[in-house]
């Protein structure tokens, strides 16, 4: 079995903490995906982001997404942490680093991880631009 570390947090999230919670001497591949806040979608500046989470059952369905991961592809550890609150442009609301005995599995599982994430767990996004906001929809 895995082991997972799952958060949701209004704390920034620092990456490098993130890589070396998951560092193990029995993986040789470890996958990390760091979201981060562009200054710009869909034509239109970027202010900031704002996330709101319904967080036990978001971290409800983390967990299950883990745990998804962890039957299908061997991998020995698993981090998903997002952030909830006000977030401005280049800051992180998403780590995801999974260190499997071999790549393949690493990036397969990371992959996974990030767009069940987006479809399932209860986190909103409202993104203000320097003319309005809206609330969009928590999937790619």
């Excluded at 997404?65 to 609301?93: E, M, N, S, Y």
Aim: charged share 20%; hydrophobic share 50%.
């Amino acid at each position: 079995m895995a082991d997972l570390n799952i958060s949701i947090t209004p704390e920034p999230l620092v990456a490098a903490q993130c890589i070396e919670w998951v560092m193990s001497p029995q993986c040789g591949g470890i996958d990390v995906f760091i979201g981060t806040v562009r200054n710009h979608t869909s034509g239109k500046t970027v202010v900031r982001l704002e996330f709101e989470a319904y967080e036990s059952m978001a971290v409800s369905e983390m967990n299950k997404i883990a745990l998804d991961a962890a039957a299908r592809w061997d991998i020995q550890k698993l981090l998903i942490h997002h952030r909830t609150g006000v977030l401005a442009v280049g800051d992180i609301p998403v780590i995801i680093a999974v260190a499997a005995a071999h790549r393949d599995a690493a990036f397969a599982a990371c992959r996974y991880i990030i767009d069940t994430l987006k479809q399932t767990v209860p986190i909103w996004k409202k993104e203000v631009f320097e003319d309005g906001e809206v609330w969009v929809a928590a999937h790619p």
